[in-house]
């Protein structure tokens, strides 16, 4: 049995010497010293010595399993070693490269436009208001005097969810529920920018979504020529102090009077292109007087208050602002489209 103990270890040894594979280490492991392993079948038989020769056999047995085990053990962390050295050889690292640039992105066009309109006219003394997208008739066309079966509804073709709920067509309704709040007895002065929606047929220059930007002011004394003075203001702002305003007459069932503005175009100086169709103009927002029947609705006693509103779509603005043709190029996220306004 000693012999063959030691006939056991010198053959282990040598294959482990000979193994440069982990993995057939392991079974080499299994082989000699696993439960049906050559060691264990041979230490099986130790019941036939007498009594003198099982601890001497024992110990043998003792000493061959450790020898085996830690030929393995020393040659499975060699190998892993090995293994280690070449992996980060592999991976290894040029810190003298130059690193890869990282592209930072920007606000949207349109938040952009909307963020300086909104500064111009905080700066103004106006208030930001928001309000629901999903509006209330009685919001969205009564309390702005579109009773039903009003003609004027047919301007704005809705987005119906029931017959008395709706996709907002306007940010006016925040102006019809600030008055409502207000109580009929204290001055509003506030914008409203928000996204709204209608049935519209998609082209370069329509959306079936799309953003606005409403302005109301109501108090004692208000006149038109405080309209024209905050929109001339407006004008040269956003588009250069070289801007005139004109006033046309017009029609909304919010407003009376109400007026269309058109500023000054910045390619002809007003003498007449292509791009104002040979008038020199070119139309903004629309605007006026705030109709006697929407104060009296918000609880306003129109002998006493008046008040004038506005409204534009910024969409338009940057349109005009930055020369782009096609009001889709918005929406449809196109990285190249985006990233030539990041600077602007």
Not at 6 to 28: F, Y
Not at 83 to 98: G, H
Request: glycine share 8%; charged share 30%; hydrophobic share 35%.
């Amino acid at each position: 049995m000693k012999d063959q103990l030691k006939a056991i270890e010198i053959e282990a040894l040598e294959k482990i010497n000979k193994t440069e594979d982990i993995k057939k280490l392991q079974d080499i492991k299994v082989a000699y010293l696993g439960k049906k392993g050559s060691l264990t079948s041979v230490l099986r038989g130790m019941g036939k010595l007498s009594k003198e020769e099982r601890p001497v056999v024992g110990e043998l047995a003792n000493a061959v399993r450790q020898q085996i085990t830690a030929s393995l053990e020393e040659k499975i962390e060699k190998l892993e070693q090995i293994a280690l050295e070449k992996q980060l050889e592999q991976e290894a690292i040029d810190v003298t490269l130059p690193g890869r640039p990282i592209k930072l992105g920007g606000p949207h066009l349109l938040t952009k436009i909307m963020e300086e309109i909104e500064d111009l006219f905080i700066g103004m003394g106006f208030e930001v208001r928001e309000g629901p997208e999903v509006e209330t008739d009685y919001y969205n066309f009564e309390a702005l005097n579109l009773p039903k079966n009003h003609p004027a509804r047919e301007m704005q073709d809705t987005f119906f969810i029931t017959k008395d709920l709706l996709m907002r067509t306007q940010t006016s309704p925040v102006q019809a529920r600030t008055m409502e709040a207000y109580g009929g007895n204290r001055p509003v002065k506030m914008i409203s920018p928000g996204k709204v929606y209608r049935r519209d047929t998609d082209d370069a220059t329509h959306s079936h979504q799309f953003t606005q930007i409403e302005g109301l002011y109501v108090d004692k004394h208000v006149r038109m020529s405080d309209l024209k003075g905050v929109l001339d203001i407006f004008a040269k702002k956003m588009f250069g102090n070289d801007r005139d305003i004109r006033l046309r007459p017009s029609f909304f069932p919010f407003t009376e009077p109400s007026v269309e503005m058109d500023i000054s175009c910045k390619i002809c100086q007003g003498k007449g292109c292509s791009i104002c169709k040979g008038s020199g103009w070119i139309e903004i927002l629309g605007a006026g007087m705030v109709h006697p029947n929407v104060l009296s609705r918000a609880g306003y006693d129109p002998n006493i208050y008046s008040g004038f509103a506005f409204g534009m779509g910024p969409e338009r603005i940057a349109m005009l602002k930055y020369g782009v043709k096609d009001i889709r190029q918005f929406y449809t996220n196109d990285i190249r489209f985006l990233k030539q306004y990041h600077n602007a």
